[in-house]
């Protein structure tokens, strides 16, 4: 018999670490060791990046002492003064035991000893958070989810490691009976369905408890936190690990809750590496936690992860959480690539890691870290399609034909955004969220999140009958992904196909994007979405740009005096029909400028009677909720089938300062498309007489040596793989 993803052999073994002593006594033992304390002792006393890293902490801290003591009864919600200082008194508390441990100075102990002493007189007798939802089935006491409070032990029971040492008997029983085994209970035994849940609530629960039994000596809560409650394996921080993450390190919900859950990974991981090394956590699934770390940091451009999902769209390579990942993998790997991240995140942790980190740093032993083009796999067994990263100098382009992401995931299948000089270019709103803005719905997803941000209007993807795909059903979404038909890279070109056939009832989804690099200053995005339906349907595909249009190569007949809304629910309720345009047959041109500097034309292959419709995000929307965001939708009405195909040209340069613009106009003369047999072939010139043919075979069961040939203008061409750029000889 076996038990689910865990089999009876890594539970007797387990089972027989937990009769193992953990490591070290006599000092801390969670995330820093007594190793750690002694080396940086010596490290402070020298001039470096850890004592620059020491005496800005310490000044900070030292501030503060001063401040009476607050712990307030609970009362507001995300961003709200209570709120707000909980999370204030746990970082504090933390900081406070690090600067104990290094400076020996007993005010730093006396403080933490203070705070925790007031929040054991206070927490026994708290209720359920007034804020709470209604009906949640994760909710807190000193939060207003127990998230917050999973994420408040996370950080307090390394406070006390960090001091218990200077603590009376009688301090320490209190502390521990009023306080941190009040609290772990909570989490665990009195919250069964988040604690045992594979969720990014779940691991930080596991991740408390779990480090709380290491502090305490309760060895059974390290068992339950590694296998859920009832050590079944069907839960539990080994079970997170297992399917949460695909084997390429993509975590499920995406990049923004990767780098969330991240830090409760790699801190528990750490802690269960320094009490019990011979588990070998690190080495878990093929090493998939330090997968993870790098998984992280490739999912991102220019500092800022990819958008996708719930995503506030202002985080970065430099939050806390990937600080951390870093610097505990740097510890363990000495990747000297990783320290060019560390040296861009600016931040050095007061750790032993973080000493090793400064140390190499200070030596000059960065080396660039190496981003690349990759398919990352999704779903536990990589097989629940993935989340494509295309890269060239300067530019990168995320297409999604990745699993749903849980309850954080939107309704996108083969979306996609661009990249280029440092900006976003065709983007993704991301979360309708202001994160603890106590003014905007008490800095939870707005209401705006489920009807815009979700719905698959609001991405670059194709929408049926103005339906989002699966309905915008999560759970049915949950149950579907995209096939990964293939992913290509060599040193001209990027370029995947993905299909999804369960998006809709009787209908296929089929895209194809290839980031091109013709020569050092010329590129291009081919983009071809093949929609088959069994029903005559209208198909809509948006895309959301950044910037400011500035030409068409076609009338646009503007609604200039008042603004209708362009439908009445799934996300069309938000968007204001600012113009429509039905162009002729042939190429249709849409330009922007970008706050880059530069310009970007959308080159459509257009058949005369797809209509292209202007928008801008804002509509029914009474609390100003929605930022002002522009796109341009094709729409083909009452089809069976058909394939919309166009080309991204980035261009020229527009410089204001300066008082002078260069090639804002498109380049692209001609473009065409046509199938021969199973391949795709798309044909484009450019007025410099340049011509080039992209021939692929996006066939599902084609075989990557798969040989295929067609005949293009009288010439006959061979197709070997799935793919291959052709340089056509100029027109005379």
Same mark, same amino acid.
């Given at each position: 018999?076996?038990?689910?993803?865990?089999?009876?052999?890594?539970?007797?073994?387990?089972?027989?670490?937990?009769?193992?002593?953990?490591?070290q006594?006599?000092?801390?033992?969670?995330?820093?060791?007594?190793?750690?304390?002694?080396?940086?002792?010596?490290?402070?006393?020298?001039?470096?990046?850890?004592?620059?890293?020491?005496?800005?902490?310490?000044?900070s801290?030292?501030?503060?002492l001063?401040?009476?003591?607050?712990?307030?009864?609970?009362?507001?919600?995300?961003?709200?003064?209570?709120?707000?200082?909980?999370?204030?008194?746990?970082?504090?508390?933390?900081?406070?035991?690090?600067?104990?441990?290094?400076?020996?100075?007993?005010?730093?102990?006396?403080?933490?000893?203070?705070?925790?002493?007031?929040?054991?007189?206070?927490?026994?007798?708290?209720?359920?958070?007034?804020?709470?939802?209604?009906?949640?089935?994760?909710?807190?006491?000193?939060?207003?989810?127990?998230?917050?409070?999973?994420?408040?032990?996370?950080?307090?029971?390394?406070?006390?490691?960090?001091?218990?040492?200077?603590?009376?008997?009688?301090?320490?029983?209190?502390?521990?009976?009023?306080?941190?085994?009040?609290?772990?209970?909570?989490?665990?035994?009195?919250?069964?369905?988040?604690?045992?849940?594979?969720?990014?609530?779940?691991?930080?629960?596991?991740?408390?408890?779990?480090?709380?039994?290491?502090?305490?000596?309760?060895?059974?809560w390290?068992?339950?936190?590694?296998?859920?409650?009832?050590?079944?394996?069907?839960?539990?921080?080994?079970?997170?690990?297992?399917?949460l993450f695909?084997?390429?390190?993509?975590?499920?919900?995406?990049?923004?809750?990767?780098?969330?859950?991240l830090?409760?990974?790699?801190t528990?991981?750490?802690?269960?590496?320094?009490?019990?090394?011979?588990?070998?956590?690190?080495?878990?699934r093929?090493?998939?936690?330090?997968?993870?770390?790098?998984?992280?940091?490739?999912?991102?451009?220019?500092?800022?992860?990819?958008?996708?999902?719930?995503?506030?769209?202002?985080?970065?390579?430099?939050?806390?959480?990937?600080?951390?990942?870093?610097?505990?993998?740097?510890?363990?790997?000495?990747?000297?690539?990783?320290l060019?991240?560390?040296?861009?995140?600016?931040?050095?942790?007061?750790?032993?890691?973080?000493?090793?980190?400064?140390?190499?740093?200070?030596?000059g032993?960065?080396?660039?870290?190496?981003?690349?083009?990759?398919?990352?796999?999704?779903?536990?067994?990589g097989?629940?399609?993935?989340?494509?990263?295309?890269?060239?100098?300067?530019q990168?382009?995320?297409?999604?034909?990745?699993?749903?992401?849980?309850?954080?995931?939107?309704?996108?299948?083969?979306?996609? *955004?661009?990249? $280029?000089?440092?900006? &976003? +270019? %065709?983007?993704?709103?991301?979360?309708?969220?202001? /994160?603890?803005?106590?003014?905007?719905?008490?800095?939870?997803?707005?209401?705006?999140?489920k009807?815009?941000?979700?719905?698959?209007?609001?991405?670059?993807?194709?929408?049926?009958?103005?339906?989002?795909?699966?309905?915008?059903?999560?759970k049915?979404?949950?149950?579907?992904?995209?096939?990964?038909?293939?992913?290509?890279?060599?040193?001209?070109?990027?370029?995947?196909?993905?299909?999804?056939?369960?998006?809709?009832?009787?209908?296929?989804?089929?895209?194809?994007?290839?980031?091109?690099?013709?020569?050092?200053d010329?590129?291009?995005?081919?983009?071809?979405?093949?929609?088959?339906?069994?029903?005559?349907?209208?198909?809509?595909?948006?895309?959301?740009?950044?910037? *400011?249009?500035? $030409?068409?190569?076609? &009338? +646009? %007949?503007?609604?200039?005096?008042t603004?209708?809304? /362009?439908?009445?629910?799934?996300?069309?309720?938000?968007?204001?029909?600012?113009?429509?345009?039905?162009?002729?047959?042939?190429?249709?041109?849409?330009?922007?400028?970008?706050?880059?500097g530069?310009?970007?034309?959308?080159?459509?292959?257009?058949?005369?009677?797809?209509?292209?419709?202007?928008?801008?995000?804002?509509?029914?929307?009474?609390?100003?909720?929605?930022r002002?965001?522009?796109?341009?939708?094709?729409?083909?009405?009452?089809?069976?089938?058909?394939?919309?195909?166009?080309?991204?040209?980035?261009?020229?340069?527009?410089?204001?300062?300066?008082?002078?613009?260069?090639?804002?106009?498109?380049?692209?003369?001609?473009?065409?498309?046509?199938?021969?047999?199973?391949?795709?072939?798309?044909?484009?010139?450019?007025?410099?007489?340049?011509?080039?043919?992209?021939a692929?075979?996006?066939?599902?069961?084609?075989?990557?040596?798969?040989?295929?040939?067609?005949?293009?203008?009288?010439?006959?061409?061979?197709?070997?793989?799935?793919?291959?750029?052709?340089?056509?000889?100029?027109?005379?």
């Open positions: 018999m076996k038990v689910l993803h865990l089999t009876l052999a890594t539970i007797a073994t387990v089972l027989v670490l937990a009769m193992t002593p953990f490591a006594a006599g000092g801390p033992n969670l995330v820093v060791n007594l190793d750690d304390v002694l080396a940086m002792r010596s490290a402070v006393k020298e001039e470096g990046r850890f004592r620059d890293a020491f005496q800005a902490s310490k000044g801290v030292d501030k503060r001063g401040l009476p003591i607050n712990v307030p009864l609970p009362k507001d919600g995300g961003g709200g003064f209570t709120h707000e200082r909980h999370k204030q008194n746990y970082k504090l508390m933390y900081d406070a035991g690090i600067l104990y441990q290094v400076t020996e100075d007993p005010r730093y102990a006396q403080r933490v000893r203070d705070m925790l002493l007031t929040y054991s007189d206070m927490y026994p007798a708290l209720p359920l958070h007034p804020k709470r939802k209604p009906n949640a089935q994760n909710p807190g006491k000193l939060f207003w989810q127990s998230l917050n409070e999973s994420v408040w032990l996370v950080y307090t029971i390394q406070a006390y490691d960090l001091i218990r040492e200077t603590l009376s008997d009688a301090e320490m029983k209190k502390i521990e009976r009023d306080l941190l085994r009040p609290v772990a209970l909570f989490l665990s035994e009195e919250s069964p369905a988040t604690f045992n849940k594979v969720h990014n609530h779940g691991t930080w629960a596991t991740a408390a408890v779990g480090m709380t039994g290491y502090v305490l000596g309760e060895q059974d390290v068992e339950k936190a590694l296998l859920d409650l009832s050590k079944s394996g069907k839960g539990g921080f080994l079970r997170q690990i297992s399917d695909s084997p390429d390190g993509y975590y499920n919900e995406g990049p923004y809750y990767q780098r969330y859950a830090m409760p990974f790699v528990f991981a750490k802690a269960i590496d320094n009490n019990e090394p011979q588990r070998e956590i690190f080495k878990y093929d090493g998939l936690l330090l997968k993870a770390i790098d998984t992280t940091i490739q999912l991102s451009y220019n500092k800022l992860f990819f958008p996708i999902n719930d995503a506030i769209r202002s985080k970065g390579i430099d939050t806390e959480e990937l600080v951390l990942g870093v610097t505990i993998a740097y510890g363990l790997t000495r990747d000297s690539g990783l060019d991240i560390a040296q861009q995140q600016e931040s050095i942790l007061l750790t032993g890691d973080g000493l090793r980190v400064a140390q190499a740093l200070d030596a032993k960065a080396t660039p870290y190496s981003f690349r083009s990759q398919a990352f796999s999704d779903g536990r067994n097989d629940e399609g993935a989340l494509v990263v295309m890269r060239q100098p300067d990168a382009l995320v297409f999604k034909p990745a699993a749903q992401g849980m309850g954080h995931g939107h309704f996108d299948k083969l979306s996609w *955004q661009f990249y $280029d000089s440092q900006e &976003e +270019v %065709v983007s993704d709103y991301g979360a309708a969220r202001f /994160l603890n803005v106590e003014a905007k719905f008490g800095g939870r997803y707005l209401p705006e999140n009807s815009y941000a979700k719905q698959t209007v609001a991405h670059n993807t194709v929408v049926i009958n103005e339906t989002s795909h699966f309905n915008g059903d999560v049915t979404g949950n149950q579907h992904h995209p096939e990964l038909i293939f992913f290509g890279n060599d040193e001209r070109m990027t370029i995947s196909a993905a299909k999804i056939d369960t998006a809709y009832s009787d209908v296929q989804l089929k895209r194809t994007l290839a980031l091109l690099r013709l020569s050092d010329r590129s291009l995005v081919v983009d071809v979405f093949d929609v088959a339906s069994k029903n005559p349907s209208q198909y809509d595909l948006p895309l959301h740009y950044q910037g *400011q249009l500035v $030409d068409t190569s076609f &009338e +646009v %007949v503007a609604n200039a005096a603004l209708p809304i /362009l439908g009445q629910k799934n996300g069309y309720q938000h968007l204001w029909l600012k113009g429509v345009a039905q162009p002729e047959a042939g190429l249709a041109k849409v330009t922007w400028l970008n706050r880059n530069r310009f970007y034309t959308k080159t459509l292959l257009n058949d005369g009677a797809t209509e292209l419709l202007f928008t801008q995000l804002g509509g029914s929307d009474p609390n100003f909720n929605l002002s965001e522009n796109s341009f939708i094709q729409r083909k009405q009452q089809a069976r089938a058909h394939a919309f195909v166009s080309l991204l040209e980035p261009h020229g340069e527009y410089n204001p300062a300066r008082e002078f613009t260069i090639g804002a106009e498109s380049q692209v003369v001609s473009l065409s498309h046509e199938k021969s047999g199973s391949v795709d072939v798309v044909s484009f010139g450019f007025a410099d007489g340049t011509r080039y043919l992209l692929f075979n996006s066939e599902a069961g084609a075989t990557p040596g798969q040989e295929s040939a067609f005949e293009i203008e009288g010439t006959r061409y061979a197709l070997k793989g799935r793919y291959q750029l052709f340089e056509l000889p100029q027109k005379g």
